[in-house]
C-alpha cells in the first residue's frame, strides 16, 4: 500500500461537517429574516452526531440546539448573569472563591447550547487567546490560594492533544495547585472526541478530575459510555453538570432516569442546576420550586449516588448555593422533627447540646 498521510482525525472531520447555517438544517424552520440576526448574535453548531439524536422538532435534543426567536425577542435575563466579568481579575480566569479558579481556555463547542449562560461569548473570537492564556497561567502562579483550577470554555476537550498536554503540564508544574478540572460537554456532545490517546494523556495529570454535562437520557448512547469508560479507566473520577431546562427534562422521571443512567456509564451526578438568568435564554427557565420538587421525588427513592446538588448561581456574582426541600422542624430543646420520603414523621433527639 502506498504510504498515506495521517488521516484527519474523526472528530475533527465531524465537527468540520457541522450544520451552521439555516440553510442545512434538514428541518423547516419557518422563513423568517430574525433568524439572520440572531444567528449572527448567537452562533449555531450542531455536529452530525449530536444531530443524529435528534428525533423531531421541539423534542430534547432539538430544544437544546436549534435556535428559537425567544432567544432574542424575549428581553428578560441579564447579559453576564453571574458577574463574571467583575470577578474577572484578568480576562477569561474568574477567581470568586478563595481556594480555586474559573479558567477560560477555548472559546469553541462541540453543539452551541442554545441555554447556555455564556452565550454572550461563547463561538467568537477574542473570548479566548494565547495571551489570555498566558496571563491566566501566570495569574496561578502567582497566587499562593489557588489550590484548585477549573479548566472551562467554551470546551476545552475541543483544543488539540498536543496544546492540551502543553497547557496541563504548565498547571501541574506549579507547586500549590493540588487538583485540576476541566468542564467539558464533548463526552455527551462529541464522545468521538475522547480517542485512548486522549484519555491517556489526561491520565498524566492526576489528581485531574472532569465535569460533564449530560442533560437527557436521550444523551446517554453507546457512543457516550465508550467515551466515559475510557476517561474512566484512565483514572479519571467524572462527575455531571445537569441544567434544567423547561420542555427538556424539568420533570422527575426524566431527571430519575438520567441520573441512574449517568451511574451506569460511570458518571457520578454532581450539580443539578437552576438555569442561569442569562439573557437569550428565558424561554429554559423553571420555578426555583421545581428543582426542589425534583430532589424530594429522587430522595430515598433512589440511590443517594443518584442525587445531585440542586444549585442555583446567585445573579451579581453571589456563587452557587446549594437549596434542599424543607424537611426538618427545629424544637427548643434542640431536637427536631423530620418528614421521610414516604412522607411520615419521626422526632429526632437532641444530642450533644
Ligand atoms: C462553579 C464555579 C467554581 C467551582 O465550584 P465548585 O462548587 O467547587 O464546583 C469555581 N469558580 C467559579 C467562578 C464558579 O462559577
Ligand atoms: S458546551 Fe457548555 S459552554 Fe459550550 S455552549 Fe454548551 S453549555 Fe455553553
Given amino acids: 500500500m502506498p504510504a498515506q498521510k495521517r488521516k484527519r482525525s474523526h472528530w475533527r472531520r465531524l465537527l468540520s461537517e457541522s450544520v451552521t447555517t439555516l440553510e442545512d438544517l434538514p428541518l423547516h424552520l419557518p422563513k423568517d429574516d430574525r433568524f439572520r440576526k440572531l444567528l449572527h448574535q448567537y452562533p449555531m ?3 452530525p452526531y449530536y444531530l443524529g439524536l435528534m428525533g423531531q422538532k421541539d423534542d430534547p435534543i432539538y430544544r437544546q440546539c436549534v435556535p428559537d426567536l425567544e432567544e432574542i425577542s424575549n428581553p428578560n435575563g441579564l ?3 453571574l458577574d463574571e466579568e467583575g470577578r474577572s481579575p484578568i480576562p477569561g480566569l474568574t477567581h470568586r472563591y478563595p481556594d480555586r479558579v474559573l479558567f477560560l481556555v477555548s472559546a469553541q463547542c462541540a ?3 442554545r441555554f447556555c449562560n455564556r452565550k454572550r461569548k461563547v463561538g467568537r473570537p477574542g473570548m479566548v487567546t494565547a495571551q489570555s492564556i498566558r496571563e491566566g497561567i501566570d495569574y496561578i502562579r ?4 489557588v489550590r484548585d483550577v477549573l479548566l472551562s470554555g467554551g470546551d476545552p476537550l475541543l483544543l488539540g492533544t498536543r496544546r492540551l498536554h502543553h497547557l496541563l503540564r504548565e498547571i501541574r508544574r506549579i507547586p500549590h495547585v493540588e487538583i485540576i478540572r476541566i468542564g467539558t460537554r464533548v463526552p455527551c456532545t462529541l464522545p468521538q472526541r475522547i480517542t485512548p490517546r486522549l484519555a491517556r494523556m489526561l491520565g498524566e495529570f492526576h489528581p485531574l478530575y ?13 457512543e457516550a459510555t465508550l467515551a466515559c469508560g475510557r476517561l474512566a479507566d484512565a483514572g479519571i473520577p467524572l462527575g455531571c453538570q445537569t441544567v434544567l431546562l423547561k420542555g427538556v427534562n ?31 435564554t428565558a424561554h429554559f427557565w423553571t420555578p426555583v420550586r421545581r428543582g426542589l420538587e425534583i430532589i424530594s421525588a429522587l430522595q430515598g427513592y433512589t440511590s443517594g449516588l443518584c442525587i445531585p446538588h440542586f444549585a442555583v448561581d446567585l445573579p451579581g456574582g453571589g456563587g452557587k448555593i446549594t437549596l434542599l426541600p424543607d424537611q426538618v422542624k427545629w424544637q427548643a430543646d434542640g431536637s427536631f422533627l423530620v418528614k421521610t420520603y414516604e412522607g411520615k414523621v419521626f422526632h429526632y433527639p437532641a444530642t450533644g447540646e
Fill in 250 to 280: 424539568d420533570s422527575p422521571g426524566i431527571i430519575k432516569a438520567l441520573m441512574q443512567r449517568l451511574l451506569m456509564i460511570r458518571v457520578r451526578p454532581y450539580y443539578l442546576f437552576q438555569g442561569d438568568l442569562a439573557k437569550g
Fill in 142 to 145: 502567582c497566587h499562593k490560594a
Fill in 111 to 113: 453543539v452551541y447550547c
Fill in 79 to 81: 447579559e453576564d448573569p
Fill in 45 to 47: 453548531r450542531i455536529n
Fill in 210 to 222: 472532569i465535569h460533564t454535562h449530560f442533560n437527557h437520557p436521550l444523551e446517554i448512547t453507546p
